[in-house]
């Protein structure tokens, strides 16, 4: 997948700045972004409020999509399903159009990438069934209110990404490796790491693995296969969360007729509270 | 729903007491049903392993029934979905096989109630998919270990039941409104009864409605729909969980070219302990 990603930025730039983005509400964030006033990730934009991934399939494979989430939902936590062929939003957005309020988007033809437009008004499809997805950014605001330290944002550098010797549970023709992303944890706040994480199981939840690099097939944490290598501090423990690329994996290796997803980091922000939904 | 419900036991009984089927494990419990030496409820069987209720849908309703349960995991929680007409199970019970290993199942076809029979092997269809869905057992026998008073079972009697006022959100056929079990529950015990009941997200997890039954359009509670009028003591506050009688209802509602269902507390006993998936 990574030779997919794409080298050239769209030449237009966003008009906004990133610290007047983020001042906006989710609802207002949307219209800039549907109006291409802003066309850069959504990093620490809507801050407070969920953010997601999104996957759209031909309805012909949203039944076996659908079940591929239900069985591999620790990476792959389904928030919202669309009703097929509609773009707009029921339950985390009221009416917001999810072929205009994501900031980019790829579009894959036959398994072949195809576009990585700023809409999806020119491909969206009659028989499109839209996936939310949730994503690591709940929980990540979560431990850092815990005093958790996360050190990839330390660096300034993404979270190391892994893809794992663990086969997800397939559904039809949708099959993956469970990806995995990981956080050096000091060892004294793994378990308040557990317990924050918890609280957030349509956010990937609690982790799938603690310690123990090679029971997950990695031999070597510096050799990951998407993100950028871990800083590890002495003491830390590397704990492991299920990652939103095993979905992005699933549905390219589908090479559905078509299939539409957000731009890496480029997600869709929802009204809703991050906190609304926490567990107990 | 409730005038379907068969007045005319099968003149076949268990030939094991129910004291011994109660000592059996879950595998072997199967067994005796398989081969109906056990054809009674599985109130009190398997303790410690979850329960499960039963519906199987033809192929070309599955993804509606299956996009209905996302959209409404407390009245309808789901563990495990079946492929498309296989009857073996492949997570909570390895190797089980639904068409046997229940005492005893009714049988729709094209709506209406066709036979209660103690096995499927006569009915299975080769493109039946099987859904797993969670139900209250495991709370409750949660919410005893933790000295939570269950009045109705106190009492011998069934827990009221009532249809409210909430449509669930419908998906494609299936639609229905929103059904209710009540507990009645000494005011300051209701916290402690939430925390204890939000472990089990898969077994309805926590209320749905905590006091106020007119928010849910309950104008009588002694008015119920199913099961038996509540025992309220003073002090008791009225908590309410979605109830597995929910699905039942749109089930009922989408008229599917046939549907298989467990007959009312005639439950699948799986080999998964019930603190297994438990949160936190």
Known sequence: MSDKVATSADARSSSLTRVDAARLSPRDLRAAIATEQWTDTTLGLGLGHLQANLAVVPREDAYDFLLFCQRNPKPVPL??????????????????????????????????????????????????????????????AALLESGIPLRHLEADTPAPVYITSQQCRPAGKFSAPMVVSMRPIPAPLVARTVQVTSRYPWGHGAPVHIGDPAGLGIDDLDAVDFGAPPHMEKGDVPVFWGCGITPQLAVDGARSRYTFTHYAQHMFVTDRSSEADAVA
Chains 1, 2 share one sequence.
Not at 103 to 125: I, T
């Open 79 to 140: 928030i919202e399903v669309l009703d097929a062929g509609s773009p707009l939003v029921q339950q985390l957005a009221p009416g917001a159009d999810l072929r205009t309020d994501l900031p980019r988007y790829r579009v894959f033809r036959d398994g072949e990438l195809a576009s990585e437009p700023l809409h999806l008004r020119d491909d969206w499809e009659d028989d499109a069934v839209a996936f939310l997805l949730g994503c690591s950014l709940t929980f990540e």
